[in-house]
Nanobody
Framework: VQLQASGGGLVQAGGSMRLSCAASGRTFSTPAMGWFRQAPGKEREFVAAISRSGGGTYYADSVKGRFTISRDNAKNTAYLQMNSLKPEDTAVYYC????????????????WGQGTLVTVSS
């Protein structure tokens, strides 16, 4: 499975941005998709995840109510809509895929995409 993330960039605090993650290859083996992020000097942390059907989602407390994860299975693509961005959201965001949603949330990632940098200016 290959994951291609896109959509990062520079945005002012309070603004919005949408990240995309396009999956290719044996995508049926990794039904759960999600996003992690790593800020400078910090460990990589879970952000959001979604089940194949889209009926199951998980969010980190720090992004609940501001970020929304979704997916389009016809396009094998997951999205992360980020609203009300804060400077502390600045990080490299990584797309991830795995076999089980809860395992993915816990960090059991089968495949990683390349990171995309999101910078939120104050």
């Amino acid at each position: 499975v290959q994951l291609q993330a896109s959509g990062g960039g520079l945005v002012q605090a309070g603004g919005s941005m949408r990240l995309s993650c396009a999956a290719s290859g044996r995508t049926f083996s990794t039904p759960a998709m999600g996003w992690f992020r790593q800020a400078p000097g910090k460990e990589r942390e879970f952000v959001a995840a979604i089940s194949r059907s889209g009926g199951g989602t998980y969010y980190a407390d720090s992004v609940k109510g501001r970020f929304t994860i979704s997916r389009d299975n016809a396009k094998n693509t997951a999205y992360l809509q980020m609203n009300s961005l804060k400077p502390e959201d600045t990080a490299v965001y990584y797309c991830a895929a795995g076999g089980r949603l809860r395992s993915l949330v816990a960090g059991a990632v089968d495949y990683w995409g390349q990171g995309t940098l999101v910078t939120v200016s104050s």
